[in-house]
């Protein structure tokens, strides 16, 4: 069985300060893991994904996450917060080796204040 | 980029009546669409797999004569919400599988 645990459900920020959303996973097999934001009232879009390929995965708009299998994480990270990044962030975890069962996580709502 | 859309995109029903909700892949073909249910300030949930061609495999809770999904072609899945009630109010999100899920925007249902 395969599941995430987001560890905060809200995260405040200023804006030009780092940001931090932590995710942990659980998977039988080798997993797949992702992050996608959501703006509200819109539909999901994708952040990154790690895939068994390199441990530091960038994506769009600034943001990176590192896949850690010692500790189970897979954090997201941004050096710099901007306004346009506060949204519901969600980490998901899929070990069918396809996108096609996807677990989502409980979801962590980023604030980004001036 | 792969684009999904949902139709309608806010919907109001009165209680007992039917509401049908569109999920299109606008620019690729997709033989897979899923159907999640998210509700307040949660996580998406799925309720099921629609394969074009076949019928839909339902998650586990998931009342199959309540939501009715239709995969009638490669670009196009329907979800239909039968005799509604106020408790089915909700987000109901599509996303269509084409190496990775590519997700619509969305469609509210409000049932009054």
């Known amino acids: 069985a395969q599941s995430v645990t987001q560890l905060d459900s809200h995260v405040s920020v200023s804006e030009g300060t780092p940001v931090l959303l932590r995710c942990n996973y659980s998977s039988s097999y080798s997993p797949s893991l992702f992050w996608y934001v959501q703006h509200p009232n819109k539909g999901l879009q994708l952040l990154l994904k790690?895939?068994?390929?390199?441990?530091l995965v960038k994506g769009i708009n600034g943001f990176e996450a590192e896949f850690k299998k010692s500790e189970t994480s897979f954090h997201l990270t941004k050096p710099s917060a901007h306004m346009s990044d506060a949204a519901e962030y969600f980490c998901?975890?899929?070990?069918?080796?396809?996108?096609?069962?996807?677990?989502f996580g409980t979801g962590t709502r980023l604030q980004v204040t001036l | 980029g792969a684009v999904v859309s949902q139709h309608p995109s806010w919907v109001i029903c009165k209680s007992g009546t039917s509401v049908k909700i569109e999920c299109r892949s606008l620019?690729?073909?997709?033989?897979?669409m899923f159907w999640y249910r998210q509700f307040p300030k949660q996580s998406l949930m799925l309720m099921a797999t629609s394969n074009e061609g076949s019928k839909a495999t339902y998650e586990q809770g998931v009342e199959k004569d309540k939501f009715l999904i239709n995969h009638a072609s490669l670009t196009l899945s329907t979800l239909t919400v039968t005799s509604a009630h106020p408790e089915d109010s909700s987000f109901y999100i599509c996303?269509?599988?084409?190496?990775?899920?590519?997700f619509g925007p969305g469609t509210r249902l409000t049932v009054t």
């Open positions: 996303s269509a599988l084409a190496y990775e899920q590519y």
């Open positions: 790690y895939t068994s390929a390199a441990t």
């Open positions: 620019d690729f073909q997709a033989t897979t």
């Open positions: 998901v975890v899929t070990d069918t080796g396809t996108a096609s069962k996807l677990t």
